[in-house]
């Protein structure tokens, strides 16, 4: 059983930042890649940003430049430093993680979500 908790959302305005935490816990064999989605009303749940083990990032294009995304593997945690923030940004964020179970198989889970408004 893998449990995590998502932290940093809020109200910013436009041109603000935030950051963004997700800590996993429980019994696991070892984390693969560590990843951010988000979903705005009305709209299909669309990839943000990913980190692999070794540290090779990829994002999604209207969030290069301005989106960091990094992980503390001795903490299990992966972040999202969020600049320049757009109101086009607003969405409730989720993390995603890949995991090796203890038994060999893959799994993945997703946090709870945290909500990012960006507004004036």
């Known amino acids: 059983q893998v449990q995590l908790v998502e932290s940093g959302g809020g109200l910013v305005q436009p041109g603000g930042s935030l950051s963004l935490s997700c800590a996993a816990s429980?019994?696991?064999?070892?984390?693969?890649?560590m990843g951010w989605y988000r979903q705005a009303p009305g709209k299909e749940r669309e990839y943000v940003a990913g980190?692999?083990?070794?540290?090779?990032?990829n994002y999604l294009d209207s969030v290069k430049g301005r989106f960091t995304i990094s992980r503390d593997n001795a903490k299990n945690t992966v972040y999202l430093q969020m600049n320049s923030l757009k109101p086009e940004d607003t969405a409730v964020y989720y993390c995603?993680?890949?995991?090796?179970?203890?038994?060999?198989?893959?799994?993945?889970?997703w946090g709870q979500g945290t909500q990012v408004t960006v507004s004036s």
């Open positions: 429980g019994s696991f064999f070892s984390i693969n890649t």
């Open positions: 980190i692999t083990t070794s540290g090779s990032t």
């Open positions: 995603r993680i890949w995991i090796r179970e203890r038994s060999g198989a893959a799994s993945d889970y």
